[in-house]
């Protein structure tokens, strides 16, 4: 997280489902919908660890959906929302303004670039068995 400017917090982060994702967005942004990323940010409460930066909430059906139309990897679309909602853990807001939204859009482009190739998360049994013959 030294990237995004924060060298000692942590956060947690949540895989949900679209169902859960969109009753996260209706009772707490108003949106009866679902959508991919939230952030809940911990600093602007009355959090007695300042370490902690927040919560970020993932919608994994909705990044399935996004990777495909992007022609990525899901492991690529997962990470790129988690530095999206860390972001929005550090301050940074794309709803803003338009300016905002160039400034978060390029910490993300760098952020990404630090990252480098995203591994991948999960080996299906096919690809297991077709490397050990």
Known sequence: ??????????????????????????????????????????????????????????AVPTARRQAREAGRSLEEELAALLVHGVLHLCGYDHERSQNEAMRMRRRERAIMKTIGPVPRLVTCRAELSERSR
Not at 21 to 27: D, G, K, P
Not at 28 to 54: H, I, K, Q
């Open 1 to 58: 997280m030294t990237a995004a400017g924060e060298s000692e917090s942590e956060l947690s982060v949540e895989l949900v489902g679209d169902r859960r994702m969109r009753r996260l967005n209706r009772v707490y942004r108003g949106n009866d919908r679902t959508t991919d990323v939230l952030a809940f940010p911990m600093r602007e409460s009355d959090n007695p660890w300042p370490a902690l930066l927040g919560d970020v909430v993932i």
